[in-house]
């Protein structure tokens, strides 16, 4: 259930960072609101996981999907570029996460 928790949390991370973004173009108290929202369930479930897994691996990995999915998701929702480089390092995060929790 903690690696669950922990997934939930790096999602909810990518939707405070997508409302960061929302909020600078529209300064409305939706984006606001879905900001707070957004990191306030991330942070909840990550301290939820943290009872069970140990901070460092439950940190790098919530960093690692919030990172990760923030650049995917600026790429597919606000146009960003999605040059192979991008996309190769994005890879690289997305496999140290998986390189990090097979060695735990």
Same mark, same amino acid.
């Given at each position: 259930?903690?690696w669950?928790?922990?997934?939930?949390?790096?999602? +909810?991370?990518?939707?405070?960072?997508?409302?960061?973004?929302?909020?600078?173009?529209?300064?409305?108290?939706?984006?606001?609101?879905?900001?707070?929202? $957004?990191? $306030?369930?991330?942070?909840?479930?990550?301290?939820?996981?943290?009872?069970?897994?140990?901070?460092?691996?439950?940190?790098?990995?919530w960093? $690692?999907?919030g990172?990760? $999915?923030?650049?995917?998701?600026?790429?597919v929702?606000?146009?960003?570029?999605?040059?192979?480089?991008?996309i190769? +390092?994005?890879?690289?995060?997305?496999?140290?996460?998986?390189?990090?929790?097979?060695?735990?």
């Amino acid at each position: 259930m903690a690696w669950i928790s922990l997934v939930i949390a790096g999602l +909810f991370e990518m939707v405070g960072v997508m409302m960061i973004n929302q909020f600078h173009k529209d300064r409305n108290l939706w984006s606001f609101l879905f900001l707070i929202l $957004g990191f $306030g369930a991330s942070f909840l479930f990550l301290a939820y996981a943290l009872r069970v897994l140990p901070m460092g691996l439950a940190y790098a990995i919530w960093t $690692g999907i919030g990172a990760a $999915g923030g650049a995917i998701a600026g790429m597919v929702c606000y146009g960003e570029s999605k040059d192979w480089k991008r996309i190769l +390092f994005i890879t690289i995060v997305l496999s140290s996460v998986i390189g990090l929790k097979l060695v735990s």
